[in-house]
């Protein structure tokens, strides 16, 4: 498998390797997923300090991650949808995809990707069981993705 270090590549990627039930206009969006690579070699302190540096550079994102999952040579971080978001085809969710490539080019922090593996994750519940209200054009901002301004990141380790 070739390794690609280019967030636009990785977003092109997920129409060969992203599973066809997450633009099928059936099921929700489940995740959006990024990872940023750590080195191994730093200190327990250099660490912690590398993670609230991070943790306080994603707070201040115009979406917010809602989890950052702390694994042994990189941090995982996850926007998850505000209500249902839906994608009808494989143009709309690469484009979604190609707005999330911008947003994480965008910020400030090196070494940060898309998690390539969040492609084969199962989707979010079919839209024939939601009750509420469903977004059949989402974008990756603030009103589609991520937390609330009330609420906090959760870090898992």
């Known amino acids: 498998m070739i390794r690609y270090k280019n967030n636009f590549q ?15 206009g059936v099921n929700g969006i489940y995740r959006f997923s990024a990872y940023l690579e750590i080195d191994d070699g730093d200190s327990e302190e250099n660490y912690a300090k590398y993670l609230e540096r991070v943790s306080e550079i994603l707070s201040k994102l115009s979406v917010r991650p809602n989890r950052i999952y702390v694994c042994d040579n ?16 494989r143009e709309q969710y690469l484009q979604l995809m190609l707005e999330f490539a911008a947003f994480l080019n965008d910020t400030e922090i090196p070494n940060f990707y898309i998690n390539d593996g969040s492609f084969g994750d199962d989707p979010e519940e079919p839209v024939r069981s939601v009750n ?5 054009l989402p974008k990756f901002n603030s009103r589609c993705f991520g937390l609330k301004k009330s609420e906090t990141v959760d870090i898992f380790y």
Not at 78 to 85: R, S
Not at 132 to 136: I, P, R
């Open 10 to 24: 990785l977003a092109m990627n997920a129409l060969t390797e992203a599973r066809s039930d997450h633009y099928d």
């Open 74 to 89: 990189k941090f995982e971080i996850d926007w998850y949808p505000k209500g249902f978001q839906i994608v009808m085809t």
């Open 132 to 136: 509420n209200t469903v977004n059949f």
